[in-house]
């Protein structure tokens, strides 16, 4: 069974930092993208950034200069680094996995999810 563990999210303050793991189980990864998104209640799950299994990545406007993804394949895990934080970052962060081999923004292309980490900006 594929399980998806995101940990590291937290209360922090804006300005701060916070380092975000997912952890994939059941089978491996190492040739699959992983992304992470997030999202507020009422709202849409908004895409974060995404990592191809050689290291390619994207990410959206808002967080770039400030957060970076990377993965270890050999840990079969991803990590989001958010540095800079803004009180706008505060979200459940989830990460997913989708069968392909490049990066991908699109959330409805993701086959596996998480089910997510709260992360807080206070002002």
């Known amino acids: 069974q594929v399980q998806l563990v995101e940990s590291g999210g937290s209360l922090v303050q804006a300005g701060g930092s916070l380092r975000l793991s997912c952890a994939a189980s059941g089978r491996t990864f190492s040739s699959y993208t992983m992304g992470w998104f997030r999202q507020i209640p009422g709202k849409e799950r908004e895409f974060v950034a995404s990592i191809s299994w050689s290291g390619g990545s994207i990410c959206v406007d808002s967080v770039k200069g400030r957060f970076t993804i990377s993965r270890d394949n050999a840990k079969n895990t991803v990590y989001l680094q958010m540095n800079s934080l803004k009180p706008e970052d505060t979200a459940v962060y989830y990460c997913?996995?989708?069968?392909?081999?490049?990066?991908?923004?699109?959330?409805?292309?993701?086959?596996?999810w998480g089910q997510g980490t709260q992360v807080t900006v206070s002002s």
């Open positions: 997913a996995v989708a069968r392909t081999w490049k990066v991908i923004k699109n959330p409805d292309e993701y086959d596996y």
